[in-house]
């Protein structure tokens, strides 16, 4: 099914997964849809290979922990999620070199905690890898000294951008 991009958010410098500076970074780009969802987009190099033509795993949790921790920022847009609990079912390889859909949503939100659920979409809308996370919900000045300007903390637009995405 077709959803409309509502927003597409921050992206920053050096993050593994979201850094567009980052030469073996995944330079995922990550948008706010309508029904609640956080869709990641991304292409695997060569670089993020496990067995040969095939993702590391550690990556496949990575950007699914960005995804699902990213979620909460479609209500909240001050609250970061770090993780307290990652659980990964890998259920078929993941291909490199070619565009994946990575779907993150909030299954659970309290005042300080947040659960969510998400999955790697293969091209043909398979599911490769699922995952469940379970969050606390701190702002960024309790995580990490983080300065807006110096990691390049912002919405970066393309004329590749979608205005709507297929889950």
Known sequence: ??????????????????????DFGLKASFYELDNGELVALFT???????????????????????TIGRAIMIK???????????????????????????????????????????EILLKNGDIAVKAHGKYIKMPIEKIADFDEQNEEWRVELSDKDPDEIEV
Not at 10 to 17: G, K
Not at 53 to 60: A, V, Y
Request: proline letters at 5%; glycine letters at 10%; charged letters at 30%.
């Open 1 to 22: 099914m077709k959803h409309k991009v509502a927003e597409k958010q921050h992206n920053s410098r050096r993050c593994l997964v979201c850094g567009l500076k980052n």
């Open 76 to 118: 909240d847009k001050n609250a970061w999620g770090v993780t307290v609990e990652l659980n990964m079912e890998y259920k078929k390889p993941v291909p490199l070199n070619q565009e994946l859909k990575v779907v993150g949503r909030i299954t659970k939100d309290s005042k300080r905690l947040f659960e969510g659920s998400g």
């Open 44 to 66: 695997p190099m060569d670089e993020h290979q496990s067995y040969p033509g095939r993702l590391h795993g550690g990556i496949s949790a990575a950007i699914l922990d960005e």
